[in-house]
């Protein structure tokens, strides 16, 4: 970067809301491609979003903390975002009330193969008992991942990254994979949905389908639930 442009970005960067207007155009940018390859999972727009974000702080040299003073505003809406997952949820009750059995199953089954896998494998390859608890929350959302982690001993930097990947991951395969086992049902491919890719695979199943996206974030939420209680039990019996 030469000292002009330079000289330019340092003065834009002291802007709170520099933060916040380079999210925003990161993300449109994302979703600008996404709809162009008609919704092809690949192309997911916080995927690309992140990478522009990051490149963009890489090359400029602006510190993550500079960037976050702006984009803190997105990171607040969260929650609210969160909170209005109830409504599909609330459309399609009936529906959840008749498979309550099953998603209680579903659910508890799921949180546990999703731990155990992702420890084994880490385990196998010799990673570090540090390492092995930031991992096992992975599937979880992120605020309850990183207070999991942090109490296991862990570390939550570590984990928020892995929940990002996770979520980014799922929400780009979960559609291919549940294609290719031939599950038709929305109501099952939006709870595994939720389940294995939380946050951003809960927006990607609100994309395809309403039941499906309503099954995903209960799905979320109880896989949120879930995690919280078991994964120290079965830290402490196993790490």
Do not use: C
Request: aromatic content about 8%.
């Amino acid at each position: 970067m030469n000292a002009d442009l330079r000289e330019i970005w340092v003065y834009l960067s002291t802007t709170p809301l520099l933060g916040l207007t380079l999210t925003l155009i990161a993300y449109q940018a994302g979703y600008f491609v996404y709809t162009r390859l008609k919704l092809f999972p690949l192309a997911n727009p916080v995927l690309i979003a992140v990478i522009l974000l990051v490149a963009l702080l890489w090359v400029t040299g602006t510190p993550y903390q500079t960037y976050f003073d702006g984009a803190q505003f997105v990171h607040f809406l969260l929650g609210p975002a969160t909170v209005a997952l109830a409504i599909p949820l609330y459309i399609h009750f009936q529906a959840v009330k008749r498979s309550a059995l099953a998603i209680i199953a579903t659910v508890i089954v799921g949180s546990a193969t999703a731990a155990a896998t992702t420890v084994g494998v880490a385990w196998a390859m010799g990673a570090t008992r540090e390492t092995l608890l930031s991992i096992a929350p992975k599937s979880v959302t992120m605020p309850i991942a990183m207070g999991i982690s942090e109490k296991l001993g862990g570390l939550p930097s570590l984990t928020a990254v892995l929940v990002l990947l996770t979520g980014i991951a799922g929400a780009m395969l979960t559609t291919w994979t549940l294609n290719l086992l031939g599950i038709r049902d929305w109501r099952a491919r939006g709870l595994a949905t939720g389940i294995a890719a939380h946050g951003i695979g809960t927006a990607r199943a609100l994309q395809v389908n309403e039941v499906a996206g309503a099954f995903a974030s209960l799905g979320m939420g109880l896989n949120a639930l879930a995690p919280a209680v078991l994964l120290p039990l079965l830290a402490a019996l196993f790490l």
